[in-house]
């Protein structure tokens, strides 16, 4: 069975910073690309970042664009998200998620999501 174990999550400031880690148990790590999601109180679970299954092609929600940047790490099997300049507004569990089709793009909608792992809360506070 497939696991993403998630780390990073916590209390922070505005304007703090914060690093997520995702490490999942799938020897393809490799060959799919991965991304975060969040999904704060009341809300529906939105995209935040993906990154290409090479660690190219980035892409970010418009909300996070420019304080957030995704990378990986293919030799230690981690996919990582740099959370910089953190607003009240970022509160939310983020997940991480792995694209359901291997040397896909994305994951950018939990359509394409095969795995979620299960969820860090992070809280940034005024």
């Known amino acids: 069975q497939v696991q993403l174990v998630e780390s990073g999550g916590g209390l922070v400031q505005a304007v703090g910073s914060l690093r997520l880690s995702c490490a999942p148990s799938?020897?393809?790590?490799?060959?799919?690309?991965m991304g975060w999601f969040r999904q704060a109180p009341g809300k529906e679970r939105e995209f935040v970042a993906a990154?290409?299954?090479?660690?190219?092609?980035?892409r970010y929600a418009d909300s996070v664009k420019g304080r957030f940047t995704i990378s990986r790490d293919n030799a230690k099997n981690t996919l990582y998200l740099q959370m910089n300049s953190l607003k009240p507004e970022d509160t939310a569990v983020y997940y991480c998620?792995?694209?359901?089709?291997?040397w896909g793009q994305g994951p950018y909608y939990s359509g394409d999501v095969g795995y979620w792992g299960q969820g860090t809360q992070v809280t940034v506070s005024s």
């Open positions: 799938i020897r393809s790590f490799s060959s799919h690309s």
């Open positions: 998620a792995v694209q359901r089709v291997a």
């Open positions: 990154i290409s299954w090479s660690g190219g092609s980035p």
